[in-house]
T-cell receptor, first 108, second 116 residues
Framework: EDQVTQSPEALRLQEGESSSLNCSYTVSGLRGLFWYRQDPGKGPEFLFTLYSAGEEKEKERLKATLTKKESFLHITAPKPEDSATYLCAVQAGGDMRFGAGTRLTVKP | GAVVSQHPSWVICKSGTSVKIECRSLDFQATTMFWYRQFPKQSLMLMATSNEGSKATYEQGVEKDKFLINHASLTLSTLTVTSAHPEDSSFYIC????????????FGPGTRLTVL
């Protein structure tokens, strides 16, 4: 059965303290891996799509990477406004399957 | 980026009434639209997938007679919660995708439903 596991469940960082969020997956026939950011009471906001192992994408302080088994979302020198829940999702076949998310809190 | 809207953003209703939620893709044509449900501090749970002009495909355990989905055009899908009960209170989020399943989904802002 397809599975998506995100770790850690919650992460607290000081402003400027870089770190990484992990998304490990077991799916057959990966069509794409997606990262979203979700703020409380709002819908997820699209960040990145990764399609093949070795692919990397960057946006401001965020960088997403992909291997055959997992993806990392690296956050460099985070700011308090980066606080949110980050969701990883994989598309295999017809369904997009979401991980449980990592709740990131960045303290000033 | 692509924009998806939902209306209403929140709704409070009495038990036994029906509530309709609209989902619109504002600047693109959505081949497929999805409806999710999210409980506090939990991830998104897919309820159903709909393609324009076709019947929706419901996930296991989701009652199709209770959650009516209509995808009448490439820019509009509606979810009607029929005879709502307090246990239906949740955050409902739609998403839309253009083209193939290799493409990303764009999400609406969500609708908070509270059933008294």
């Amino acid at each position: 059965e397809d599975q998506v596991t995100q770790s850690p469940e919650a992460l607290r960082l000081q402003e400027g303290e870089s770190s990484s969020l992990n998304c490990s997956y077991t799916v057959s026939g990966l069509r794409g891996l997606f990262w979203y950011r979700q703020d409380p009471g709002k819908g997820p906001e699209f960040l990145f799509t990764l399609y093949s192992a070795g692919e990397e994408k960057e946006k401001e302080r965020l960088k997403a990477t992909l291997t055959k088994k997992e993806s990392f979302l690296h956050i460099t020198a985070p700011k308090p406004e980066d606080s949110a829940t980050y969701l990883c999702a994989v598309q295999a076949g017809g369904d997009m399957r979401f991980g449980a998310g990592t709740r990131l809190t960045v303290k000033p | 980026g692509a924009v998806v809207s939902q209306h209403p953003s929140w709704v409070i209703c009495k038990s036994g009434t029906s509530v309709k939620i609209e989902c619109r893709s504002l600047d693109f044509q959505a081949t497929t639209m999805f409806w999710y449900r999210q409980f506090p501090k939990q991830s998104l749970m897919l309820m159903a997938t709909s393609n324009e002009g076709s019947k929706a495909t419901y996930e296991q355990g989701v009652e199709k007679d209770k959650f009516l989905i209509n995808h009448a055009s490439l820019t509009l899908s509606t979810l009607t919660v029929t005879s709502a009960h307090p246990e239906d209170s949740s955050f409902y989020i739609c998403s839309a995708r253009m083209g193939s399943s290799y493409n990303e989904q764009f999400f609406g802002p969500g609708t908070r439903l509270t059933v008294l």
